[in-house]
């Protein structure tokens, strides 16, 4: 079954591409034509939108380069902050703000180059650990440092951004598509930088660190600048959701919310381009279908997140022959083996 | 004399995250996966001393008799969940795993138990045992230490050297070292991994059920969510001490719970940034020496 819809969307890549970009534009029209309370579906799907957004750069540190970032939300913190606070405190909101998103993501990419300056030598959990506690350093600092951030109130009354002199773009429908283009640009971008040189270094990396040492590959220098990519969109899709939603406060960015993208990356599939965009849709989906069940509603995610990583542990974009899969290599292999001796019986 | 006294709560606080830490690195010794769900076992150990208390009243030996089995049971559970099946998987799946084993469990506490705050009864009526004491210049100083303080790290070196007799003279230690040691060999000369695995995990996440419940005895206060935090203390300890190093883990616990005393109480607005200072001291233990900083030579994580 899955090996055929595999190859169904191998065959037509691009039409399928093209009728699901299709899909993401007209999608909000007719909702917001036909459906009642359209503000608030376009909401879900402008969330949805930003955690294409945070997914696809957690994917590029941990997907494709295989270091391990459990601390993403210090990242969408600084971006968002930064985004905030330039609005809010040098008036760089209005038409201005369209220079600020940028300045997030590069002050961003800042801070994700002095988390990576450090931690070159560090390797798996140890890395791990490291982001986590940069991520934790990060929001206590902003909730405590009151003179600058306003403490544990946040950022209150943000300044809408504008768009061709229009300033009502804080309709969720405005909103939709400014935050669609950048999701294409970073989707654009990060497909040319995967089918680059330097996308390739990384993918060495992943493979063997050593390996592709010896050919020349710069190590330290590529998982800083893996990093600092990574880091610079987080902090681009915070600046925009800061826009968005004009109010944001630390505790917004708590450890879970950077291991709910990590959930996002891994039930859709690491390393891949399109498993962030159905990770984030299906965990935004789900968690929004079980809003009903109220307080159950994250019991019943967090069974599905050990349900996926017993039955499909390469998430659901992922090839089950690839090296994040596991235990499926075991299985193929011992079904090879059984099929070698069965041949050499015969 | 301010500042001995800093010190003091500092040890004694870091007594208890040294009890952690060597729960924490009992596990990942044995099982060799982190877990993220320490944490939520330190909460369910404490929480089980709150009913404990409610049903049977105030027993402070038998309410950590209770945490420990409570906190072992969880960590049956955890184990099958999470540990069994990509025990040579790579590392990432069983951690993910855990991570929604501990969301699993956080929410469905605050479910049963509630979200508010909870309170365990005070024990020893608050009394202080005073070291020394001098009055300069008018000031009244002294130094001193609580009963449960020293009940606490009374309970932590009770339990560090049980533990260490336990791993270093009984056959199930030996084997259990025999397994965090090498898997495979462990297995070749007879030894049942499989259950050995098991009894470690347990014994390291009772260890954790004993810490939830001083820690809830030092605070005076229990609530679902405090896992969180009392987990990432734990981790840093660990890695601090060198990974499955476990008297190294118990000196990182120790080493962390001073700093983040002296670190209050030198560090004007310090009380907001108590949990900062933890992971600033990580981070550069770290960045000095890679492989932490109470490893032996020759480990390699």
């Not at chain 1, 654009?188 to 040189?197: A, D, F, G, H």
């Not at chain 2, 009380?271 to 000095?288: E, P, Q, T």
């Amino acid at each position: 079954m899955m090996e055929k819809i595999k190859a169904f969307l191998k065959k037509y890549q691009l039409i399928v591409l093209i009728v699901v970009g299709i899909l993401f534009v007209v999608a909000p029209l007719i909702i917001n034509g036909t459906v009642k309370k359209s503000n608030y579906v376009i909401d879900i799907m402008v969330r949805i939108l930003f955690y294409i957004i945070f997914a696809s750069s957690l994917n590029v540190i941990n997907g494709y380069s295989g270091q391990f970032n459990i601390g993403h939300a210090g990242f969408m913190l600084i971006g968002s902050y930064t985004g905030a606070l330039l609005a809010t405190k040098l008036g760089m909101g209005g038409p201005w703000y369209w220079l600020a998103i940028p300045i997030a993501g590069l002050v961003t990419a800042l801070a994700g180059l002095l988390v990576a300056l450090p931690t070159l030598k560090l390797r798996g959990i140890y890395l791990a650990i490291v982001t986590l506690g940069f991520s934790e350093i990060i929001r206590i600092v902003a909730m405590n440092w009151t003179a600058v951030t306003n403490g544990p109130l946040g950022v209150k009354n943000i300044p809408k951004v504008w768009l061709f002199g229009i300033s009502k773009t804080s309709s969720p429908l405005v909103m939709y598509y400014i935050v669609f283009a950048f999701v294409i640009l970073c989707l654009y971008t990060t497909y040319k930088v995967i089918n680059s040189r330097v996308g390739r270094a990384w993918m060495s990396i992943r493979e063997d660190s050593a390996a592709s040492m010896s050919l020349g590959v710069e190590v330290g220098k590529y998982k800083a600048i893996n990093f600092m990519y990574g880091a610079f969109w987080a902090g681009i899709g915070g600046a925009l959701m800061a826009v968005y939603y004009r109010f944001i406060s630390a505790d917004m960015f708590i450890v879970d919310e950077g291991f709910n993208v990590l959930a996002m990356v891994i039930l859709g599939g690491q390393g891949t381009l399109v498993g962030p965009i159905i990770g984030a849709v299906m965990v935004n989906m789900i968690t929004e279908f079980f809003r009903f069940a109220d307080e159950f509603r994250l019991v019943f995610y967090a069974i599905l997140i050990i349900m996926m990583m017993w039955m499909r542990p390469q998430g659901l974009a992922g090839a089950s022959n690839s090296v994040l899969a596991g235990k499926q290599i075991k299985k193929n292999d011992k079904k090879k083996s059984k099929h070698a001796a069965k041949k050499e019986r015969v | 004399m301010y500042v001995l006294q800093q010190l003091l709560n500092g040890i004694c606080q870091g007594s208890i995250y040294a009890l952690m830490a060597i729960g924490y690195a009992m596990i990942y010794g044995i099982v060799g996966l982190v877990t993220f769900t320490y944490g939520e076992i330190i909460m369910m150990g404490s929480f089980s001393a709150f009913y404990y208390f409610m049903a049977f009243g105030d027993n402070l030996v038998l309410s950590l008799i209770c945490g420990f089995a409570t906190a072992a049971l969880v960590g049956i559970v955890v184990h099958k969940v999470c540990y069994q099946r990509f025990l040579d998987a790579p590392r990432h799946i069983s951690l993910i795993c855990t991570i929604g084993m501990s969301m699993l469990i956080k929410n469905l506490a605050i479910i049963v138990f509630g979200s508010t705050m909870k309170g365990l009864p005070i024990f020893f009526e608050g009394k202080t045992l005073v070291l020394a004491e001098k009055t300069v210049e008018g000031f009244h100083q002294q130094l001193s230490l609580t009963y449960l303080q020293i009940v606490v790290i009374v309970t932590v070196i009770v339990l560090a050297i049980a533990l260490s007799l336990f791993l270093n003279k009984t056959r199930t230690g030996v084997r259990l070292r025999a397994v965090s040691q090498d898997r495979k060999a462990a297995a070749l000369v007879g030894v049942n991994v499989k259950n050995t695995t098991l009894l470690g995990n347990c014994i390291g996440c009772g260890f954790g059920g004993v810490a939830g419940i001083l820690l809830g005895l030092y605070y005076n206060s229990i609530i679902p969510t405090m896992g969180g935090a009392a987990g990432m203390k734990a981790f840093s300890s660990v890695v601090i001490g060198g990974l499955s190093n476990i008297p190294g883990a118990a000196l990182g616990g120790i080493s962390i719970g001073v700093i983040e005393n002296l670190g209050i109480a030198f560090i004007p607005n310090g009380s907001g940034y108590r949990d900062v200072f933890a992971f600033v001291f990580l981070i550069i233990a770290l960045v000095i020496k890679p492989e932490g900083l109470f490893a032996k030579r020759g480990n390699n994580a």
